[in-house]
């Protein structure tokens, strides 16, 4: 195992991968910029390195800085988190480059992986079942058109070099695409200086499914069953939840087992995550991988009792798995929700500024991560995620209120603070929700403010906190 890792991240993944390390006996180094001088994990890493100013581009999107910060504390390896530079290969290269372990998968996988239409190319090879769409990326509008008209509209414009999300257009007719075309190209060159696009059939209102993924550097792989992520905004996952619900437990076998499959194939190691959509009739189509530790690996944490950040160590340090396929059992249900200081009657629009209250929740099974506290400050430069509250219940149903009553206890102020809280409340209680029938259309719907016909609003729920308070003391009644 590593002496020393380099925490190369902020926030409440910095925090919890610290925690792996100091469990493993690894010290621990994390480096910083001038916005998070006092923050939880520069107080708690047995080193802390100052990287730079507050924007990201000059901090922790810095690759020379951190390998810097990396070669002055004698870090061996590098642990990236998620988000900044954790799926950038040409980091993992330099990373190799300057004789730092970087936490991922080897650069030419991670480089593969990250051009979608090339992940899209290898997990056909593989045997994956694919969106119907274009094998290769398409150069022009004509060919568009071809695909599209071959495949059926509605189709879906999505830059090569994007992914999560960014970078894609819904297009509903044929007179719609050649400008669509034109505008995911010219928005792709810009964001991510590649202007390539692929189109595939867009597929409505579908689930969002995930498969846990760990692989060794020997060839060995497990997947760690599903999670469902189709309570999103704008690509952002509100709550997630291991195993995906409401589907058969063949189809759960199946998709996670053509996952491990996939990965494997293309020689991928460490902690991923393999997306793929399923439709109304249980049907799975291959997305994307992701060759990170994810926001929501804690709910597969939770129903296997596997600890992802120990064992992305382990494969980074070169051991072997310590699992087999069969030695994963998945137990109960798990829900995430994520706390973001933002608000849900302004478009989530992020509210910046002091906590002056922070009490997260506590009791059996419920989990929460976080590097917030009384005093802390959000700030406007990073993204807004204050904390992750996950539950565990042996059934679903106990999970959802397990979570709602987690929230309950919640408390979040500060001058001008919101959060993702009230609207978290909404979707857990939607009728279609609580079923687990709903697909990436359910935020949209509630946003709109709509229930589908016949579909009677849940019933109004006990004020959160308790607002009578009665007092019987020993003294006489006057
Ligand atoms: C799609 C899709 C439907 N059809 N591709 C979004 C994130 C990225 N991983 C791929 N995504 C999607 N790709 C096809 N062919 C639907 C999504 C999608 C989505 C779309 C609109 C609103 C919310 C969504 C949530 C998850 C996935």
């Known amino acids: ?140 509008a004509a060919q568009a058109a071809e695909v599209a008209a071959e495949v059926g509209y509605p189709v879906i414009v999505k830059a090569a070099a994007g992914g999560g999300g960014r970078g894609m257009t819904v297009v509903r007719s044929a007179a719609e695409l050649s400008r669509a075309y034109a505008r995911t190209r010219a928005a792709a060159q810009a964001a991510f200086g590649d202007d390539r696009v692929y189109v595939e059939r867009y597929l409505t209102d579908a689930r969002h499914v995930e498969v846990q993924l760990l692989c060794d550097s020997h060839g060995a792989g497990v997947h760690l069953g599903t999670r469902d992520c189709s309570v999103q905004r704008r690509h952002q996952k509100l709550v997630e939840e291991a195993p995906a619900p409401a589907l058969s437990a063949a189809t759960l076998d ?18 991923g995550t393999m997306e793929f959509l399923v439709d109304a009739e249980e049907r799975f189509h291959f997305l994307e991988i992701n060759c990170r530790i994810q926001v929501e690996h804690p709910v597969t944490e939770m129903i296997t009792g596997i600890d992802l950040v120990h064992e992305q160590l382990h494969i980074a340090a070169g051991l072997p798995l310590r699992w087999r396929q069969e030695d994963i059992r998945l137990h109960g249900v798990a ?108 935020v949209d719907r509630l946003l709109a403010g709509d229930q589908p016909a016949g579909t009677a609003a849940p019933p109004p729920r006990a004020a959160p906190h308790p607002r009578t308070v009665l007092t019987a003391t020993e003294e006489e009644p006057r």
Not at 363 to 373: K, L, M, S
């Open 1 to 140: 195992m590593f002496e020393k890792v380099l925490i190369a991240n902020r926030g409440e993944i910095a925090l919890r991968v610290l925690r792996a390390c100091r469990e493993l006996g690894v010290r621990t180094a994390v480096v910083y910029s001038t916005a998070d001088a006092d923050s939880a994990p520069v107080r708690l890493a047995d080193e802390a390195v100052l990287i730079g100013p507050a924007p990201s581009k000059r901090s922790y999107l810095n690759a020379a800085a951190i390998v810097e910060a990396a070669r002055q504390v004698g870090a061996q390896a590098v642990h990236p988190g998620y988000g900044f530079l954790s799926e950038d290969a040409d980091f993992a290269e330099i990373c190799a480059d300057n004789g730092l372990v970087f936490i991922g998968p080897p650069p030419q996988v991670m480089a593969a992986l990250a051009d979608k239409s090339s992940a899209r190319a290898l997990m056909r090879r593989a045997g994956l079942p694919l969106p119907p769409g274009s094998v290769s990326p398409v150069p022009t």
């Open 335 to 442: 829900v995430e929700c994520r706390v973001n200081a933002e608000d849900p009657d302004r478009g989530f629009a992020p509210t910046p500024g002091r906590l002056d209250r922070f009490v997260p929740p506590g009791g059996p099974f419920t989990r929460v991560d976080t590097h917030g506290h009384a005093g802390y400050v959000v700030g406007p430069h990073y993204d807004s995620l204050l904390a992750k509250v996950a539950v565990w219940a042996p059934d679903r149903e106990l999970a959802l209120n397990r979570l709602e009553r987690a929230l309950d206890e919640f408390v979040v102020t500060g001058p001008g603070m919101r959060t993702t809280i009230p609207f978290v409340r909404r979707v857990l209680d939607d009728a279609a929700f609580r079923k687990g029938r709903h697909g990436t259309s359910l």
């Open 254 to 271: 199946s998709i996670a087992e053509t996952a491990l499959r996939g990965a494997l194939e293309v020689g991928f190691t460490g902690a």
